[in-house]
């Protein structure tokens, strides 16, 4: 039988050894009930192809502030939230809630790791599929990617203008394909939940919703100039080009009261 020592050692071993898997797998930091992983672009390229690799259908979850207020109040998407394989904080609002812990990262956008996919794609030929936006903006982003990226192996696209009584049945028809990388371009929360029920009829490597990410690859919106990403306004930059983007807007207010109120009562 160990001795007290012994087990103390072999406990701070076994603490070492868990807190070093979690070290490599992304740590993750919860706001409002939404654990987010703290990795920069690079490393959640790299966890992602792991994804890949190991079997099974991986949800990837980009949270922005908009989706982390409507999980609050929506718990299908914060059960989404809590159950996907990755998280990325895909918001200057969430990198702020994050500083506030004395976390620092930087925002890995939807746009940005979907197109380092499409690279990863172009280098080692895992399979995509689009799915969202409007009719034909996923064939456009397709070809210019593929100009973009030559050897990029997106195998199909489609739009994402059905209902969701038609969910499994869209999800049936790509069951044949099993794509490694399939990118759903429906808004939040619905990307995220008919990537949760694609997977009861097919399989893919991992699935991640992207938002408005087609459009911006189709060349049909510009992403706002460089400066602006700098000076962390990009959402004003997109809301002055689609006013219909101010709901989305208002909820950014409504997220920093809600974290100083989680703040307050911890």
């Not at 207020?69 to 998407?77: C, P, R, T």
Request: proline letters at 4%; one cysteine or more.
């Amino acid at each position: 039988m160990a001795s007290l020592p012994g087990l103390l050692r072999l406990l701070l071993a076994e603490r070492v050894m868990v807190a070093s898997a979690i070290s490599k797998l992304g740590d993750r930091r919860e706001i409002l009930g939404v654990p987010v992983c703290i990795a920069s672009l690079e490393d959640s390229v790299v966890q992602v192809e792991k994804l890949i690799q190991s079997g099974g259908s991986h949800l990837v979850a980009t949270a922005d502030a908009s989706g982390i207020v409507i999980a609050q109040d929506d718990s299908v998407l914060m059960r989404i939230y809590q159950d996907a394989s990755w998280v990325t904080a895909d918001s200057n609002g969430v990198i702020w809630a994050l500083r506030r812990q004395g976390v620092s990262t930087e925002r890995v956008s939807g746009v940005d790791l979907a197109d380092r996919l499409l690279a990863l794609s172009a280098a080692k030929g895992y399979s995509v599929y689009l799915l969202g936006a409007a009719p034909g903006i996923a064939e456009a982003a397709k070809e210019r990617m593929i100009i973009k990226y030559p050897g990029c192996n997106i195998i199909g696209a489609q739009h994402g203008h059905f209902p969701e009584s038609e969910n499994e049945f869209v999800a049936k028809q790509l069951a044949e394909i099993k794509p490694d990388i399939l990118l759903v371009a429906m808004g939040i929360p619905r990307q995220e939940k008919f990537i949760d029920e694609a997977r009861k009829h097919m399989q893919f490597g991992i699935a991640m919703g992207v938002g408005g990410t087609l459009d911006v690859m189709s060349g049909k919106v510009k992403r706002a100039p460089v400066i602006i990403q700098k000076l962390k306004i990009e959402w004003l930059w997109r809301t002055l080009l689609n006013p219909k983007k101010f709901s989305k807007a208002k909820t950014l207010p409504v997220f920093v009261r809600l974290v100083k109120q989680a703040e307050r009562k911890n």
